[in-house]
């Protein structure tokens, strides 16, 4: 697959392809708990805005706050580590928990914890990026 879209893309090395680098949560607080409570409540306030108010909405956002605050306490700097490890937990404890009482999955909210990180960390995004909402911490 590389070698046929060096082909077809000729500009495209090596060079330029060990180039690209990870988005990371680098420039984020150091304070991993106070973000991970920030990422938690605009998580539920989010889903509160985008479907209705719901009990369930703050209990998805704390377990997705948690594993934030899991992952940077461990050294994970990597927005798409920390991205994947919020959707495969919440995934894994979705029926268990209760949490498809919510109109989302655990994927749904893996993106837009994504989105969160991106934007704190100063990333440029795209027009496909979840508008963030600002919980008031």
Known sequence: MYTECKKSVP????????????????TM??????????????????????????????SIGDVAGQIYIDSRNSGEVEIMSIMMSISETLDSMWIERKFDDSFVNAWNVGNY????MMKR????????NSEIV????
């Not at 090395?13 to 990870?22: D, E, F, V, W």
């Not at 960390?121 to 496909?128: H, Q, R, T």
């Not at 600002?134 to 911490?137: A, H, R, Y």
Request: aromatic share 6%; hydrophobic share 40%; net charge negative.
């Open 29 to 58: 607080s150091d304070d991993h708990e106070l973000e991970g409570n920030r990422m938690s409540a605009s998580i539920a306030a989010w889903l509160d805005l985008e479907w209705m108010p719901q009990a369930v909405h703050k």
């Open 113 to 116: 914890a994504s989105d969160y």
């Open 134 to 137: 600002e919980p008031d911490i």
């Open 121 to 128: 960390s100063g990333i440029e995004g795209c027009e496909c």
């Open 11 to 26: 500009f495209l090395t090596s060079l330029h392809m060990s180039s690209i680098q990870a988005a990371t949560v680098e």
